[in-house]
């Protein structure tokens, strides 16, 4: 049982529903029905029937007068598609209630809704309670596991007497799990029965509930029916994309426009217009939820981006601006501009003097700030309110000098269609993130901009809100809906998805304002986040309706083809189980392969033919002359079969009954590959020659040359077993072109990496050959002592070097997002060849390259490859898997492997003397020091030109300084592990010597949080007993700021820490002992302490947030 904890719930008079209209808010009055009485009703269907008479509606459409309700509220409620309803159920014998008791069904967005109600019992101690409990009940009966539905409800106990009722208030989504929710302890059981309470009376009483119920999910819902329109389905998180492609699709001139946009020779996967078209096209014209994969998929997105949840803002801007460039060079192009663009002036005016600098600025939509605002209009004030400029920010108006002047902006132009982004995600330093805004903001059904405009446009700035865009949730996730007023008549529809239901203005506008935290009405952090605003003068145009003949004819077929070879590849994905698949290859289809076999199986592109397998061998051939046009005795099928020595050849097909169905002479198989043999072209009447499946033999040719290192295919031969070899030789020269006394050396292509050399040609071929059989292959070429100067003299060496064949996959170590390229390289190559083939790729040196194995667990480069490596490229790719890719990496070097290698790399950090920056990897000799690195970096590194020209070597750990190295310091005692960074800087003239009293005090940034530093630390020279006024101004030089930017920042002395912060009253003398470290009484000395600058970032960014990851559409 799911209740609500008394206190949680707060108690408030019950208010009447406002109904939606158009466009003025009078209100419909609440019509009470008579008691339901349970125990009068005969039966469930009759009670049932009985409650459905006396439920209270208040209508979701404008009505016409008071107590009247329009032909679809009328129609809502005979349906049940009712959003709002108020029943009442009549308990009898309450003082004797011991079971719980449930009222007759009532149906409200066509779910059963039921009052609950019982005797609950608590103990605490030795005292016992008894109380009310009071439920209400949704769909309880239902089995499904998916359906939801968002309700609020009034939960009444109603005086019979002249007493106040006593009521509740839930909010809840109701499922599958959760399918009643009210309180155990509604009231107590003693205030129940008490007479003078008024809540009892002939030992009844009368439980009254108000729902508000949003339209279902997971149920059947018809939209289009309810509402004339569709929804969208969610792919996994993307209703913010739902919701603006609704708002889109209603902004009926755009509609026009996408629809008109030139997409026939587009990729139906990669266009993004066509997509576009498509979903518009589908909820014009479709009567269920359409889908938005294809329009994902054009956005180049993977299955993954449709479930992270992005801003609607952001992806309303990129988007448009996509169209915006698709519609250039069209008959649409400036649909855009003029729908969306609206022009102001960015302005700086002096005060002083008679100067002004004037920037005209267009926008597509305007962020307001809401924060601590109450409206739209106490935005727009704040967006053109005027920045002062004086003191240290005077503005430079060249000639004229520094002046004060006032900064601001001033609208010129409102667009047609106004978008306003509501600022509801700010960055809050506080807690180091975006934070939602949750507060109350309004925003008006109508809405005048004339007083922001710098001079009166031809029309009033008068506006309509057409949509709004809400957001139900924080920065860390939530929901989008679009609540849409399509025709800007103020009849409202809410678009949640695949769901579309009418609702009222005050859901669509009030409920939206956001700061709704005690209204348990509105669910929390519920507000508008965007608001799209139509212009009256626009209106008609804007949302004149759109029709078929809006729609060219050429889409229309397009998609009208789709949807058909859509529905036909359904039908044959329900159908797949009566079919088969023909794969078929015929001689043409084998010419051109260099390989093992005939073809490369899974490379081949087979002729596919779908084939029900109650077809018989007799309906096959029928169709195949057909298709191939041969005559039937001039085709003949050899199916390919699996040998046992890995390879896969065709053999004789062996049955007697042409009825047979091909699905068994096929032994089952879902798909059959064949090779078809047919008759040549130089003997058109004739059948194909007679075939003794014990006698005779088929044999596939292969002729090589050495010359070329090339395989040819020279067709197949029909041969008796008994035949000798050297019968055979004069049809492989005249195949070959030779003349036919040419000598020729033959060979068997027995399995991959075996090819056998036919020593005695005067032999019969079951001889001759290793296991005579159909689809054998003979290879022949030239016997020529000239072959032996060639790379690959002979087939045995040609089929020897293709086994060891392997495509290798090079990519860049230091380019994360590089594609690489291929090389089909032998597995018998060493470091050197390995080296040299991609070298000629890149064009580089052999030597200024290094290699690295891929890791065998993950994709990644591994451990660097040695150039004395003597093993081969078979040994380097063993640890990767059969069917894995093989991939190493590489990195260009700026010297040469071999001396790379008698090095070591060091990658560290240099900084400049206006602490900027940089990465620089040096690889000094392993033996070297301290010293002979800095040599080695003067030469990579920009040295001041009045420096001191001398480097040093820090430890920097958590943008703190921790030591300087001694120059005699051997490198090889430096250890770069963990988070520790490794900086090279030029030694300031001020830091080369110090006096006894001076000492160098790491300083570095933070704001608030002492291990949350941030930015570039640095060192810094102090003197005993120096001014702290003067260290201030030494820093300010440092940091190159001004003194204003400078009184922003608190400075303190952090010991283990804890910070001492330095007060800023009093001339401040610096005390040397501050920064020195103190001793324990173990004898360790402690962390040198610091001088900390507290202050803001600005160059930080709030943690990862699901707004974070920008959109981009990459087609």
Request: hydrophobic share 30%; net charge negative.
């Amino acid at each position: 049982m799911n209740h609500c904890e008394e206190q949680e719930r707060p108690q408030s008079e019950p208010e009447e529903m406002e109904t939606q209209e158009a466009p003025d808010d009078s209100l419909v009055p609440e019509v009470q029905g008579s008691d339901v009485n349970k125990a009068d009703s005969g039966n469930h269907e009759e009670g049932k029937k009985d409650a459905e008479d006396q439920v209270t509606v208040n209508g979701d459409v404008a009505m016409e007068g008071e107590g009247k309700q329009t032909e679809h509220e009328e129609n809502a409620e005979e349906d049940g598609s009712r959003s709002v309803a108020t029943f009442r159920y009549t308990s009898h014998g309450i003082s004797k209630l011991k079971e719980t008791s449930l009222s007759p069904s009532v149906i409200v967005r066509n779910l059963p809704w039921k009052i609950m109600a019982m005797q609950r019992t608590s103990n605490s101690g030795e005292r016992t309670t008894k109380t009310l409990g009071f439920f209400l009940q949704c769909n309880a009966e239902s089995e499904s596991q998916t359906w939801s539905c968002q309700a609020s409800a009034e939960l009444r106990l109603l005086n019979q007497r002249d007493g106040p009722d006593h009521t509740k208030q839930i909010i809840h989504l109701f499922y599958s799990k959760e399918n009643d929710w009210g309180f155990s302890h509604f009231i107590a059981w003693s205030d129940l029965l008490d007479p003078e309470k008024g809540y009892i009376k002939d030992d009844a009483i009368v439980l009254e509930v108000q729902v508000v119920a949003d339209a279902p999910h997971g149920v059947s819902w018809d939209s289009k029916k309810l509402t004339g329109y569709v929804g969208l389905k969610n792919q996994g998180a993307t209703c913010y994309m739902n919701s603006l492609l609704q708002c889109l699709f209603f902004t009926n001139k755009l509609r026009k426009a996408v629809y008109l946009m030139p997409t026939e020779s587009d990729d139906s996967s990669k266009s993004v217009p066509l997509a576009l078209q498509r979903v518009f096209y589908e909820l014009q014209h479709t009567e269920k939820a359409v889908g938005t994969k294809k329009l994902t998929k054009s956005f180049g997105w993977e299955t993954l981006d449709s479930f992270m949840q992005h801003d609607v803002q952001e992806l309303c801007r990129v988007l448009l601006d996509n169209i915006e460039i698709k519609m250039k060079n069209t008959c649409v192009e400036d649909t855009i501009p003029k729908l969306f663009e609206g022009k102001m002036h960015s302005y700086i005016k002096c005060k002083h003097i008679d100067y002004e600098s004037v920037r005209n600025e267009p926008f597509y939509d305007i962020q307001l700030n809401i924060k601590g605002k109450k409206n739209v209009y106490e935005s727009f004030r704040d967006y053109i309110a005027t920045e002062t400029m004086d003191g240290e920010n005077k503005y430079d108006a060249g000639e004229h000098a520094l002046q004060e002047a006032d900064k601001g902006v001033i609208f010129v132009k409102f667009p047609p269609v106004l978008h306003l982004q509501l600022m509801r995600f700010q960055y809050d330093p506080v807690t180091d993130s975006n934070v939602k805004i949750n507060d109350r903001y309004e925003f008006p059904f109508k809405l005048n901009l004339d007083p922001f405009l710098k001079e009166p446009e031809s029309t009033p700035a008068d506006y309509t809100l057409h949509s709004v865009l809400v957001h139900s949730g924080d920065n860390h996730g939530g929901h989008y809906v679009g609540f849409i007023n399509p025709n800007g008549d103020g009849k409202w529809c809410k678009f949640d998805d695949d769901v579309v239901s009418r609702c009222t203005k005050q859901e669509a506008i009030d409920n939206n304002y956001g700061g709704h935290e005690d209204d348990l009405s509105v669910r929390h952090c519920t507000n508008a986040y965007m608001l799209v605003y139509i212009r009256d003068s626009c209106k008609s145009d804007l949302l004149l309706t759109v029709t078929d003949e809006d729609i060219p004819e050429t889409l229309k077929r397009r998609l009208q083809e789709e949807k058909r070879l859509e529905a036909q590849k359904r039908k044959e994905r329900t159908e797949a189980h009566l079919y088969m698949t023909l794969q078929v290859a015929s001689e043409d289809d084998l010419y051109g392969h260099q390989g093992n076999d005939l073809c490369d199986y899974d490379k081949m592109k087979f002729r596919e033919f779908r084939l029900l397998k109650t077809a018989t061998y007799r309906d096959v051939m029928t169709m195949l002359s057909e298709a191939m046009g041969y005559p039937e005795d001039q085709m003949r099928i050899w199916p390919f079969i699996n040998r046992s020595n890995q390879t896969y050849r065709p053999t004789v097909l062996d049955f007697e009954d042409p009825s047979k169905t091909i699905h068994d002479i096929a032994n089952g198989e879902s798909v059959w590959t064949v090779f078809l043999e047919t008759q040549q072209a130089e003997f058109p009447n004739a059948s194909l020659p007679s075939f003794d499946k014990e006698c005779d033999v088929l044999l596939f040719l292969k002729m090589y040359d050495s010359k070329l290192k090339r395989m040819s295919f020279n067709g197949h031969i029909y041969a008796p077993i008994s035949t000798k070899i050297s019968d055979l030789l004069p049809v492989m020269c005249e195949r070959a072109g030779f003349p036919l006394s040419t000598p020729l050396a033959l060979y068997e292509e027995v399995k991959p990496n075996l090819t056998v050399k036919i020593p005695d040609v005067t032999l019969q071929l079951d001889k001759a050959l290793d296991e005579l059989m159909d689809g054998d292959i003979i290879v022949f070429q030239r016997d020529d002592p000239d072959n032996s100067q060639y790379e690959l003299p002979t087939a045995r060496d040609y089929f020897r070097d293709l086994y060891y064949r392997v495509d290798v996959t090079f990519l860049d170590k230091n380019n994360q997002a590089d594609q690489g390229f291929t090389l089909v390289l032998s597995q018998k190559m060493n470091y050197f060849q390995i080296a040299k083939a991609v070298a000629n790729q890149l064009d580089t040196d052999p030597m200024l390259l290094q290699f690295f194995k891929s890791q065998g667990h993950r994709d990644g480069p591994g451990h660097p490859l040695r150039c004395t490596y003597d093993g081969t490229l078979r040994d380097l790719l063993s640890t990767l898997k059969p069917r894995q890719p093989k991939k190493l990496y590489y990195q260009k070097l700026s010297i040469k492997i071999n001396e790379l290698e008698n090095k070591r790399q060091f990658k560290c950090i240099w900084v400049n003397v206006k602490l900027k920056e940089e990465e620089l990897v040096l690889y000094p000799n392993k033996t070297d020091t301290v010293k002979d690195l800095l040599t080695e970096a003067k030469k990579y590194v920009q040295l001041s030109e009045r420096g001191t020209g001398k480097l040093r070597l820090l430890d920097v750990i958590s943008n703190k300084i921790y030591q300087e190295h001694k120059e005699e310091t051997l490198l090889d005692h430096l250890n770069p592990a963990g988070t520790k960074t490794y900086r090279i800087e030029e030694i300031p003239a001020d830091q080369l010597e110090l006096g006894d009293n001076e000492m160098l005090v790491c300083t570095a940034h933070y704001h608030k949080d002492l291990f949350s530093t941030f930015g570039t630390p640095f060192l810094l020279r102090i003197k005993e007993g120096e001014s702290f006024i003067d260290v201030k101004e030494r820093l300010r030089e440092i940091l190159d700021i001004s003194e204003k930017e400078l009184e922003k920042i608190k400075f303190a002395i952090v010991v283990m820490g804890r910070p001492t912060y330095i007060s800023e009253e009093g001339d401040v003398k610096v005390s040397l002992k501050d920064f020195q470290p103190q001793i324990h009484s173990g004898g360790t000395a402690q962390p040198r302490p610091w001088l900390g600058l507290d202050h803001m970032n600005k160059n930080k960014k709030p943690r990862f947030n699901y707004f974070e990851k920008a959109i981009k559409i990459l087609n």
